[in-house]
């Protein structure tokens, strides 16, 4: 479709379906993991995962997400067809997804980019805390693991309850889905962390610092990249004594309730749709 002046009466949000992963493939920013993959996650998540097309005339111009975690929501991929770009679509879209939500939760979060965050400052967003993006430059020596530790590969209550005390939303749906190759690591039968590889960039969590930094490594040479909140002063420290300097930053913002979230416990984010 021609680029042409769009009247926001014209526009509909519609749930977005199977059929319209080409069209999802097609508004693939360069520098983004594979949206595709993402949004074919999100269709098989059905009962907490509310894909949307911003459709004008039968053509899809923008597409967003919303995740809802009991109390709190992400919304998440919010792209507009960059021939439509300059309209303010993109603020629109994104009240769309609010409105869609904003009654059944008290925190709306997301990972603002740079072009995103002044549309959702205007929006009433409020960032809470700065994101640290590096590159596998180099391979970093691995500490050796402390053999106090036991380490488990079954999913129960307490890996639950610990991912809820550190990001304090309830995502049991969402760990049950991508527990494939996960560890969780005990001492003295109380659990310190827990390590979803497969999850997004691989969900790192862990109260302990010296192994968080030891998982932190290994997490980092396997995926040759890995972020997480600047709140995690240990995890900066040890990237920055290696020589290894952050090479982007994005902000987490929040609508509604600020939540509290144990940001120094996290060594690797999922994404910037799920902090």
């Not at 109380?190 to 691989?202: K, Q, R, S, T, V």
Request: charged fraction near 25%; include cysteine.
């Amino acid at each position: 479709m021609d680029t042409e002046k769009i009247s926001k009466g014209q526009l509909t949000l519609l749930p977005l379906g199977m059929q319209d992963l080409t069209r999802v493939t097609e508004l693939q920013p360069s520098d983004w993991p594979d949206i595709t993959v993402a949004y074919n996650k999100y269709l098989n998540w059905k009962s907490w995962c509310f894909p949307k097309k911003l459709v004008y005339k039968n053509y899809v111009v923008g597409i967003g997400n919303i995740i809802h975690f009991g109390n709190s929501a992400w919304l998440s991929q919010i792209i507009v067809d960059q021939n439509f770009r300059g309209q303010g679509l993109g603020k629109f879209l994104t009240q769309q997804l609010i409105n869609e939500i904003k009654n059944e939760v008290q925190t709306i979060s997301l990972l603002a980019t740079e072009d995103g965050h002044p549309v959702y400052r205007k929006l009433g967003f409020a960032d809470d805390v700065v994101y640290n993006f590096y590159r596998n430059e180099i391979e970093i020596e691995a500490l050796e693991l402390d053999a106090s530790f036991t380490v488990m590969n079954e999913l129960n209550e307490e890996v639950y309850a610990f991912d809820q005390e550190v990001t304090l939303e309830s995502r049991r749906k969402l760990l049950d889905a991508n527990q494939i190759g996960a560890r969780y690591y005990y001492h003295q039968k109380e659990l310190i962390a827990c390590h979803f590889p497969e999850l997004g960039d691989g969900w790192l969590i862990s109260k302990d610092q010296e192994l968080g930094k030891q998982l932190l490594i290994k997490q980092y040479n396997r995926k040759h990249k890995i972020s997480f909140p600047q709140s995690n002063e240990t995890a900066m420290d040890l990237l920055y004594s290696a020589g290894i300097l952050p090479y982007r930053f994005a902000m987490r913002m929040y609508l509604g309730k600020k939540i509290n979230f144990k940001g120094e416990w996290i060594y690797s984010r999922i994404g910037g749709n799920l902090g």
